[in-house]
């Protein structure tokens, strides 16, 4: 297939598969590749109308007879930490925040397996090699960033010395908000709670550039897994109306 030029962007239909939130669905997608000179500004018009990123492509659900995936955006200026996460921020101020500015390593790759190995075996980046690994993260003609979570060991004001990698997260830069495209972390660390951490960090971050959104991907009210996603309030849900603020808050 074909990558068609951005200037009048082509959209497709991929072919029904099970889907992995909700027995016994079958998942569909529309797509387009976001390359050349206008796929950050794709990108961003996309974002902000539901759509999530893999790679050089951007996808949104398109199911037959389901809409159970909601697109999610917290609103970063009116976002308050309930107490449980004002101590996950405080079990965490061992580690220290900082954005990959040079290509990947065998430790990146690495945590990257030990996360998915432990925490997604079944999943569809169960057989991920290096090379995907590397694609997925530096193959993108969007303001993207690769941001790492370290822990405070040593000299860090040395640049050769660095703690240990605990956790990464793979963020897009749109004009309204920062998106977290995938985020892993060391499964032993679990206990610090560094998920929630990771989005709260990135809540701030978005905060101290000005920007109203952070945008979490899909929630599913009727998978498990994605039931943390609603307890960042307040947020807005993308509806056939547009974007409407969650009755939770």
Not at 31 to 54: C, K, P, W
Not at 58 to 87: E, G, W
Not at 99 to 107: A, K, N, P, R, Y
Request: hydrophobic share 30%; glycine share 6%; net charge neutral.
């Amino acid at each position: 297939m074909s990558q068609h030029s951005l200037d009048t962007p082509q959209f497709y239909l991929t072919n029904e598969n099970n889907c992995p939130y909700i027995e016994g669905k079958q998942e569909r997608k529309v797509f387009t590749y976001l390359v050349g000179e206008h796929a950050q500004s794709l990108n961003d018009n996309l974002t902000q109308g539901g759509f999530r990123r893999s790679q050089n492509i951007a996808y949104r659900p398109a199911c037959v007879n389901c809409k159970a995936c909601v697109s999610i955006r917290i609103l970063v200026n009116d976002f308050n930490p309930s107490s449980s996460m004002r101590r996950v921020t405080k079990r965490n101020q061992n580690l220290y925040t900082r954005s990959v500015t040079s290509g990947l390593t065998d430790e990146h790759y690495k945590l990257f397996r030990h996360y998915i190995d432990h925490r997604h075996y079944d999943g569809g980046m169960a057989d991920m090699n290096d090379s995907d690994f590397e694609a997925m993260v530096n193959g993108t003609y969007v303001n993207s960033k690769f941001i790492e979570y370290r822990l405070r060991e040593g000299d860090l004001e040395n640049r050769n010395s660095e703690g240990e990698l605990i956790a990464s997260a793979l963020i897009d830069e749109v004009s309204n908000g920062l998106s977290m495209v995938y985020s892993y972390f060391n499964p032993e660390y679990e206990k610090q709670s560094i998920g929630t951490y990771m989005i709260l960090d990135h809540i701030r971050q978005s905060r101290a550039r000005g920007l109203p959104y952070l945008y979490l991907g899909y929630w599913i009210e009727q998978s498990p897994k994605m039931a943390y996603k609603r307890r960042f309030q307040p947020q807005e849900h993308l509806s056939s109306k547009g974007w409407i603020r969650d009755g939770i808050n």
